[in-house]
């Protein structure tokens, strides 16, 4: 007899249990990757309202219990973690999931620093790329990304990167050639691209002539250039110096259209000199001619 | 404001990997922070340290106030760009529901894993547990506690840095990819990047 209560009790217990399991049941698929439909699937019976809840989104749904919940691709779109609650009619339930970008780059936010920078810089130039999908959800799996910078006449140097938790990043160096490069990003099918000047480095070798002029010298230099050939810019402060008897005069000029030109009293004997940033030039002294 | 960051001051002067901070007060969460010694492809200086993890968490703060009164407004001082419009979405969406959510953090591990080379944004990872509270017309309908890995781009403004991306990641997807990583950084510093 004792036997037969503690079995009645024990197959009672397990229906129970069953009974609870069947009616408070939540079904939500673990991972739903952004964009696309899915259905969570209730048991139970009567009405009831689903939340679903998140710091990146938040639904409310008036549901019958022992049905499927639709959702649609723009439902619930945002990457991120989930909470959801059951509450109502035979149910009270939460679990959580998971709502992951899609694997498919829709946007790159590309940042390309410095904007100018002179030529011939190691690793001056750096580049970084944080990939998004269309819903604007960081893409946290591995994607290639391919960074360009190329300038007329020059080949161009490529580098391709794997992104890590969303980012990928490259630093190259300017080319010798001043002007305007193309920096490119490239993941998937989406580019992004940025200009970044190039200019000409320091002057590198500066060299003035003298031609008499009456009572005056006239002096320009030749065109001035850094050293990869590239003109230096318009504006750059070129010194001409002239010594005679203890006595010292300079001339600021800066340059235009590549040269710098000026003229400074002629007396003989006096020694001038022509200097750039670092850069000292040739020395002239005047002895008549020159 | 102070008191945090004399409160955190040490955590970057022990020379260990990882450093445990228990702030004290109940409502305040445990915080763990590791070692940025060798994050790149930027060196995070101390005094960047410092004001990665204070703005951080004072942006969990703020998270937790806009979401528990349903004031995007209380996003602002700590959140800019994506993550600032995708959360006040969420307060709106909220709001017009007629729910509140109410974020108490509780615990975070966090990680810095990247700092650019312009140093114009930082990226870090938050092992992080939460318990979240879900009421409706002032009646509490339920509580979950959470864990989960936050992902989030903080990039600097005037004053302090704000986050721009603000990204949770599943579960089992972040032990994977932990282990791929610490297998990557045997062999190259940054796996990430290409340094020319």
Redesign the interface.
């Given at each position: 007899m004792r036997c037969l209560r503690t079995l009645l009790s024990v197959a009672l217990a397990a229906a129970t249990s069953l009974s609870a399991a069947q009616t408070s049941s939540l079904r939500i698929p673990?991972?739903v990757e952004a964009g696309t439909s899915f259905s969570i699937e209730t048991r139970g019976s009567g009405a009831a309202v689903l939340?679903i809840?998140?710091?990146?989104?938040?639904?409310?749904r008036n549901v019958q219990l022992g049905e499927s919940i639709a959702f649609g691709p723009d439902d619930l779109h945002?990457?991120?973690?989930y909470?959801a609650?059951l509450?109502g009619g035979s149910a009270?339930e939460?679990v959580?999931f998971?709502v992951?970008?899609s694997h498919q780059p829709e946007t790159l936010s590309f940042?390309a620093?410095?904007s100018r920078l002179p030529v011939d810089l190691?690793?001056g130039i750096?580049g970084?790329v944080?990939i998004?999908d269309a819903f604007?959800?960081?893409i946290?799996q591995p994607q290639q990304v391919s960074f360009v910078l190329s300038v007329s006449d020059t080949p161009p140097?490529t580098?391709?990167?794997?992104?890590?938790?969303?980012?990928?990043?490259?630093?190259?160096?300017s080319a010798s050639r001043a002007g305007l490069a193309n920096f490119q990003a490239t993941a998937g099918n989406v580019e992004e691209k940025r200009i970044i000047q190039q200019v000409a480095g320091n002057p590198c070798r500066l060299r003035m002539n003298a031609r008499n002029s009456g009572a005056r010298v006239a002096l320009e230099t030749d065109p001035v250039r850094d050293c990869s050939g590239n003109p230096v810019p318009d504006g750059t402060i070129v010194t001409f110096t002239e010594t005679y008897a203890g006595n010292q005069s300079t001339v600021d000029v800066p340059l235009k259209r590549g040269v710098a030109k000026t003229e400074l009293p002629a007396h003989k004997g006096a020694l001038i000199s022509v200097a750039t940033g670092v850069v000292l030039g040739n020395e002239i002294r005047l002895s008549g001619g020159q | 404001m102070m008191k945090a960051m004399r409160t955190l001051k040490p955590l970057f002067l022990a020379p260990l990997l990882l450093t445990t901070l228990l702030v004290p007060g109940a409502d305040k969460p445990s915080v763990r922070v590791g070692s940025m010694d060798s994050v790149g492809?930027r060196a995070v200086e101390k005094q960047t340290q410092l004001s990665i993890v204070r703005d951080y968490l004072l942006a969990w703060q703020s998270?937790a106030r806009a979401?528990a009164q349903n004031r995007p407004a209380s996003l602002d001082d700590s959140f800019t760009g994506?993550a600032r419009?995708?959360?006040a979405?969420?307060i709106r969406?909220?709001s017009k529901?007629g729910?509140q959510?109410h974020?108490r953090d509780t615990t975070h591990n966090l990680q810095v894993?990247?700092y650019?080379?312009?140093g114009?944004?930082i990226?870090l990872?938050d092992d992080v547990e939460y318990d979240?509270e879900?009421y409706e017309k002032g009646k509490l309908?339920?509580t979950?506690h959470?864990r989960?890995r936050y992902?989030s781009?903080l990039t600097p403004t005037e004053s302090k840095w704000k986050v721009r991306?603000?990204?949770?990641?599943?579960?089992?997807?972040r032990l994977a990819?932990g282990d791929q990583?610490l297998h990557e950084r045997k062999h190259q510093s940054y796996?990430?990047?290409?340094?020319?």
């Open positions: 673990p991972r939340y809840v998140g710091p990146a989104d938040v639904l409310r945002n990457a991120g973690h909470s609650f509450r009270s939460s959580q998971d992951v970008p940042l620093k410095p190691s690793g750096s970084v944080y998004f604007r959800n960081l946290i140097q580098r391709t990167v794997t992104s890590h938790e969303g980012v990928a990043w490259v630093k190259m160096n | 492809p998270l979401l994506i419009d995708k959360l979405d969420t969406e909220q529901l729910f959510t974020y894993i990247f650019s080379p312009e114009l944004s990226q990872l979240i879900l309908l339920g979950q959470v989960s992902l781009v991306i603000f990204e949770a990641q599943p579960l089992e997807q990819k990583r796996p990430w990047g290409f340094a020319a």
